[in-house]
Structure formats: C-alpha cells, structure tokens
C-alpha cells in the first residue's frame, strides 16, 4: 500500500502538470473565431490546475526525494517560464501551486494512513476521468485537423505526441489501480516510447525556431538524428544489449537536458528567436529530466 500511495502521487506530480499544459497549449493554439473549442481546452486546463493542487497537497512528505530533486516537477525556469506565457497569451496560471511544488518535503515517515490511502484511491480516479476527456478531445482536434475542417499553430505531430503521453498516463494508473504498484514496467518499452518523444520534441524546436537561428536549428537537427537512431536500436535490443543502449540513451538524454536548459532560459531571457511559448520550453526540459530519473534506476 505503501509503494501504491507513493508511486501515486509521483505519477501525478509529473503528469497532472504536464497534462495542465497541454491544456494550455490546445487553447492557445486556436483562432479567436474558435470559441467552443477553446471553451473545451479551458475546462481541461482549469480541472487539471485544480487536481494538481489537491496532488501537491497531498504530495508533501509523501514522495521521494529524488523525484522531487529530479527537474520534473519543476525547474527553476518554471516560475518565469509561466509568468511570460501569462503576458502573452493572457491565459491565467496558478503559479501558487509552482511555489509549493518547490517547498514540497521529501518522504517522512509518518502520516500515511488509511485516509490518505482513501484520498490517493479518489485522485487516481479522477485523472482517469479527466484522462478519458482529454484524450478524445486531442483525438477530435487531431481528425477536425488532418480533414482541414481546423486551423490551429500546432503541428498534427504535436497533438499526436501529447495524445501519447496522455495514454501513458492512462496506462500506469490503470497498471497501479490493477496491481498495486508500478514496478514491473518494461525498460524497453519506455526507452522506444521516450526515445520518440525525445526525436519529436528536436524536430518541433527546429519547427518553432526562427529561420535566421540557424545554429540551434542545427543543433536540434542533430538530435532528432540520434534520437532516432536510438529509437531504432531501442526497438531491436534485447538482454545485454539493451544495458548498453541504456547508458548511451542516458548520455545522449544528458546533453540533452543541458541543449534544453538553454533553450528554456534563452527563452526565458529573450536571447532566443522563436514562436515557442517559454512554459513550452520548460515543459520540454520537464520530460528530459523525467526521462533522465528513469534511465538512471
Ligand atoms: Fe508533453
Ligand atoms: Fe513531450
């Protein structure tokens, strides 16, 4: 029970933020004509924001250290990251929430008991009724896109991607919610799912660059080329192999992590030419750093 709660509320931590963003992301990203779409990507927005407080609420002294020390809960270009993104899209951010994010304490050892078993049971089945509207609002957006019945400044690739890592999610709730825990994930699986995620996010920061930064447009091309690479030696390892693809994904996700870093306070700074809102830029960093905690288990 006690891995269950723990795993829980870590699960949450990351995701229920990163599913408020692409929330955040889908509304922003449509014309001003469209406003019953917007209206569905800001009830998301607005219920996500509410569950990740009640998740940070319940989070403090029950989480681990490490995760919370990992960079994917929040970065310290988050807090900036959320105020520009509120100056330019006018869209409102609880950032009370960022602030105790930064304060959350590390795993003590009392406190978890049955109520707290009985909050937790409630969260997980509140993100997987949240889950299954957002997913098939994603999926809406998607098909009205690709049949050219709408017009928004995300790419198709995008919408597909957050739709993934939203089903990811969907996919360890129902695994913790069946077998009390997250432990018999398969390594090789999350490497070929982040190892996309990785490439995807290179070929949209190239995407979303200004033409004349022609140097970072490189530098992306460069990673989505190895991503790639290791998403294809991902698929086909097996045993030993797998070990050895591991320490090389961890390595090329390091340097990853620090192009990304960059990017989110160039960004933040306006150092960087871009069309990139800068909580995309953190959110970004968010899932390296996520990844990184997992290769390094
Ligand atoms: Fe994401
Ligand atoms: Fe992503």
């Not at 209206?39 to 029950?62: C, I, T, Y």
Request: overall charge negative; some cysteine; charged content about 30%.
């Amino acid at each position: 029970m006690e891995v269950y709660m723990i795993q829980s509320l870590e699960t949450h931590l990351f995701f229920a933020r990163i599913m408020k963003e692409h929330s955040l992301f889908l509304e922003a990203s449509f014309p001003a004509k469209e406003t019953r779409w917007i209206q569905r990507a800001k009830f998301f927005r607005e219920e996500w924001e509410a569950f990740l407080a009640d998740v940070v609420r319940a989070s403090d002294g029950n989480v681990r250290r490490e995760v919370l020390d990992s960079g994917e809960v929040v970065t310290p270009f988050t807090m900036f990251a959320e105020r520009k993104t509120v100056q330019y899209t006018g869209i409102p951010i609880n950032s009370d929430i960022t602030l105790e994010e930064q304060r959350l304490k590390g795993l003590s050892q009392s406190g978890r008991h049955c109520e707290l078993l009985r909050l937790i049971r409630g969260l997980n089945r509140r993100a997987l009724r949240l889950l299954g509207g957002l997913i098939r609002l994603k999926e809406e957006i998607l098909a009205a896109m690709v049949s050219c019945q709408l017009y928004t400044t995300n790419y198709p690739l995008l919408i597909q991607h957050i739709t993934r890592e939203a089903k990811l999610y969907q996919s360890f709730l129902m695994h913790l919610e069946r077998t009390g825990s997250l432990c018999s994930r398969d390594m090789q699986e999350l490497e070929v799912f982040w190892n996309q995620i990785m490439m995807e996010h290179a070929l949209f920061i190239r995407g979303l660059l200004d033409p004349t930064e022609e140097g970072l447009i490189e530098t992306a091309d460069a990673f989505s080329r190895e991503y790639r690479a290791l998403l294809e030696a991902a698929r086909a390892a097996e045993g030993r192999s797998l070990a050895e693809l591991t320490a090389r994904t961890k390595e090329e996700t390091e340097r990853y992590r620090d192009f990304k870093a960059a990017g989110a306070q160039g960004i933040n700074e306006c150092e960087i030419r871009s069309i990139i809102l800068p909580l995309l830029a953190d959110h970004v960093l968010r899932e390296a750093n996520h990844y990184l905690r997992i290769l390094e288990r």
